[in-house]
Nanobody
């Protein structure tokens, strides 16, 4: 059974940083893509950043390029999202997602909706 468990969200001031973690179980990430989506209140869910475990290729939405970094730990079957220079418009529920068992790309995952979702975690950027 595929499970994705997020952690690390919370409240942070503008300009601050947070690191989200997503621990995957039920399958090995070695050959698949995994990433992060977010959904702000009243808006559609959007792909933020995705990564292909096998070759480390990444995809970032334009709105987060240069501020967010996605990374992986193969030994822990875990993916991270380091978020720096946070802005109020980054406020959203963040979801971990994978399109396992599809052997797709990071960009394809971040543009897909037919994926496994984690339960979501709130990130609030406010002073």
């Amino acid at each position: 059974q595929v499970q994705l468990v997020e952690s690390g969200g919370g409240l942070v001031q503008p300009g601050g940083s947070l690191r989200l973690s997503c621990a995957a179980s039920g399958f090995t990430l070695n050959y698949y893509a995994i990433g992060w989506f977010r959904q702000a209140s009243g808006k559609e869910r959007e792909g933020v950043s995705c990564l292909t475990f096998s070759d480390g290729r990444t995809y970032y939405a334009d709105s987060v390029k240069g501020r967010f970094t996605i990374s992986r730990d193969n030994t822990k079957n875990t993916v991270y999202l380091q978020m720096n220079s946070l802005k109020p418009e980054d406020t959203a529920v963040y979801y971990c997602a994978t399109d396992y068992p599809i052997l797709g790309t990071a960009q394809a995952l971040c543009n897909s909706k037919d994926v496994y979702w984690g339960q979501g975690i709130q990130v609030t950027v406010s002073s």
